[in-house]
């Protein structure tokens, strides 16, 4: 497609259940980025994938969290045993080679709300 | 370490010129960004600045000085739809891609 598209939109989900989030970057896009926006704050960087790989997790807030990427395309963002403060919107970004100097065009994210 | 700072909020009316300032401390740098964001939509690019100067866009400016760790965004002929958050972003140390946001300014365009 001629962006980056994230699913579902919205997801609503009770305390304790798991959740898939699930983007797809720009084609021929080799690097992918996850955010998360907590309400009035910043973007918050979870963790980048080059390819199929992820050089760099430090952002992911707990073992509850993980994101795997498969055939240098779409990724998956995991929560397990969610609690209130996962409560976030969850932004995908892709950008083309991951250069330092790379820009990042972000998806319309995801918006997750745990009960 | 890396930190980001802009203000919080700012309000300026339609038809004028706002500025809005953001500071950097990065122990590597590798340019700064600025994104737009529309409450409840994602932060679309708005500029890119890796050498000291001016960058024009149309309404859009974006400048930058290293040797301050300092960029401004400037919007003239301000209209209503630029109310939105305005997001200043550098990358961090090394190539990691974690690309490192401050807390966004948000302006609000009045009549």
């Known amino acids: 497609g001629a962006g980056v598209s994230q699913s579902p939109s919205n997801k609503v989900t009770e305390k304790g259940k798991d959740v898939e989030l699930r983007c797809d970057p720009i084609s021929g896009h080799t690097a992918l980025y996850w955010y998360r926006q907590s309400l009035g704050q910043g973007l918050e960087f979870l963790i980048y994938f080059q390819g199929n790989s992820a050089p760099d997790k430090s952002g992911l807030p707990s073992d509850r969290f993980s994101a795997e990427r498969t055939g240098g395309s779409v990724s998956t963002l995991t929560i397990q045993r969610t609690q209130q403060e996962d409560s976030a919107v969850y932004l995908c970004a892709s950008s083309s080679s991951g250069g330092a100097t790379d820009t990042q065009y972000f998806g319309p994210g995801t918006r997750l709300t745990v009960l | 370490g890396q930190n980001i700072d802009q203000p919080t909020e700012m309000t300026a009316t339609e038809g004028a010129i706002v500025q809005i300032n953001c500071t950097y401390q990065t122990s590597g740098f590798n340019g700064l960004f600025w994104y737009q964001q529309h409450a409840g939509e994602a932060p679309t690019f708005l500029s890119y600045n890796v050498l000291d100067g001016l960058e024009e866009k149309g309404r859009f400016s974006s400048f930058l000085s290293r040797s301050k760790g300092y960029s401004y965004l400037l919007l003239k002929e301000l209209q209503m739809k630029d109310s939105a958050s305005y997001l200043c972003?550098?990358?961090?140390?090394?190539?990691?891609?974690?690309?490192?946001f401050g807390q966004g300014t948000t302006l609000q365009v009045k009549p």
């Open positions: 972003a550098s990358y961090g140390s090394g190539n990691t891609g974690k690309l490192i």
